[in-house]
């Protein structure tokens, strides 16, 4: 299964004073193979020249390294793409990557300078001097890059987005807090589900791969702290995210808990599910009752009543009843509409 997420190799973002420290300390600690000539200024020029060559490279290779594995933004997948429009400034981001490769050239031009400017020292004492001068111009143009290494630390976020396959259907799970959307993944999983975050919040995304014999069907995904909610109670963060949702093709399954158990009412529940067909009314939506071994038989008549109209299934999700036809009759109504 080609599974996509393209921000899982970007590497660690150091600070300033980090990126220094690790620097100058490897090329301290860095080796010089002396000449057979035991000529005191000789040897003093390979030490600080193997010092400047050991920081800027080092130095210049880590800039290079963090702009080599940030992707092309447009050219990810939507989804992927506003969810980093979501969490990074566009025209910030392009400022911190522009800067962070000036000054990468910048230090090789440098090292370069500093190197022939050792050669022609006279003393080993210049020596000294002109690496340590070396050093200093080269901390300045780091420091310089502060707010631009904060920006670019921010995308290590994202490693936390689960992966998935769009080649395949991606069925949102959606529903109130605690109506058993992530109870409803793992019932549908044929494996372990893949726990996963968004990156502006502390909840947990589940996301599960359906398989049959004939392979992979189709991915399903709870959405906590996104689809539980009427529109207008949505932060701009939230409604942000709940755009990048809608470039997930596939369908959706909204469960209402008729118990109330949940410690939310029908009428609360029913409001959420009006927001959600409205924001996906493109899309492909099964209804299903949950907790019906512990609803009465008029609770579910009462659901039953105020959904009039509306095919709706039923389900319990702790023991995963009912919860395979929901998906079938799902992924029935993907294929006929298309998407997919």
């Known amino acids: 299964m080609a599974l996509e997420q393209p921000?899982?190799?970007?590497?660690?973002?150091?600070?300033?004073?980090?990126?220094?420290?690790?620097?100058?300390?490897?090329?301290?600690?860095?080796?010089?193979?002396?000449p057979t000539k035991r000529d005191r200024l000789l040897i003093a020029k390979l030490k600080?020249?193997?010092?400047?060559?050991?920081?800027?490279?080092?130095?210049t290779g880590r800039l290079k390294n963090i702009r080599g594995c940030i992707p092309m933004i447009e050219d990810l997948h939507p989804f992927y793409r506003d969810m980093f429009y979501l969490m990074i400034n566009s025209d910030r981001f392009k400022i911190a990557m522009a800067r962070i490769s000036k000054a990468s050239k910048l230090i090789e031009k440098l090292a370069k300078e500093y190197i022939a400017r050792v050669r022609s020292s006279l003393t080993p004492t210049e020596t000294l001097r002109l690496r340590r001068e070396f050093?200093?111009?080269?901390?300045?143009i780091i420091k310089e890059l502060d707010d631009d290494l904060q920006?670019?630390?921010?995308?290590?976020?994202?490693?936390?987005?689960?992966?998935?396959?769009?080649?395949?259907?991606?069925?949102?799970?959606?529903?109130?807090?605690?109506?058993?959307?992530s109870?409803?993944?793992?019932?549908?999983?044929?494996?372990?589900?893949?726990?996963?975050?968004?990156?502006?919040?502390?909840?947990?995304?589940?996301?599960?791969?359906?398989?049959?014999?004939?392979?992979?069907?189709?991915?399903?995904?709870?959405?906590?702290?996104l689809l539980d909610r009427p529109l207008e109670e949505r932060n701009?963060?939230?409604?942000?995210?709940?755009?990048?949702?809608?470039?997930?093709?596939?369908?959706?399954?909204?469960?209402?808990?008729?118990?109330?158990?949940?410690?939310?009412?029908?009428?609360?529940?029913?409001?959420?599910?009006?927001?959600?067909?409205e924001m996906f009314k493109e899309r492909p939506i099964v209804v299903a009752?949950?907790?019906?071994?512990?609803?009465?038989?008029?609770?579910?008549?009462?659901a039953l009543d105020k959904l009039k109209g509306e095919r709706v299934f039923t389900c319990n999700t702790l023991e995963c009843v009912g919860v395979k036809e929901i998906v079938d009759e799902l992924l029935r109504l993907v294929r006929m509409s298309g998407r997919n």
């Open 236 to 277: 701009k963060i939230e409604l942000q995210a709940i755009v990048a949702l809608k470039n997930l093709e596939g369908g959706l399954v909204f469960l209402i808990d008729p118990t109330e158990a949940c410690g939310y009412s029908l009428e609360y529940q029913l409001n959420v599910l009006r927001s959600v067909k």
């Open 7 to 34: 921000f899982r190799k970007v590497p660690k973002v150091p600070s300033p004073d980090q990126l220094i420290d690790v620097a100058f300390r490897r090329a301290s600690r860095a080796t010089v193979r002396m």
């Open 48 to 59: 600080e020249i193997t010092k400047i060559k050991t920081a800027s490279s080092l130095i």
């Open 183 to 225: 109870s409803f993944v793992k019932c549908v999983s044929t494996a372990e589900p893949e726990i996963a975050d968004y990156p502006f919040t502390t909840k947990s995304v589940s996301v599960g791969h359906i398989i049959s014999p004939r392979g992979f069907i189709a991915q399903i995904v709870d959405t906590p702290g």
């Open 135 to 140: 050093y200093g111009r080269v901390a300045s």
């Open 289 to 302: 009752l949950t907790k019906i071994d512990i609803a009465t038989e008029e609770q579910l008549q009462r």
């Open 151 to 181: 920006v670019l630390s921010n995308i290590e976020k994202l490693k936390r987005l689960p992966s998935f396959n769009f080649n395949i259907p991606i069925i949102i799970v959606s529903g109130a807090p605690n109506v058993g959307k």
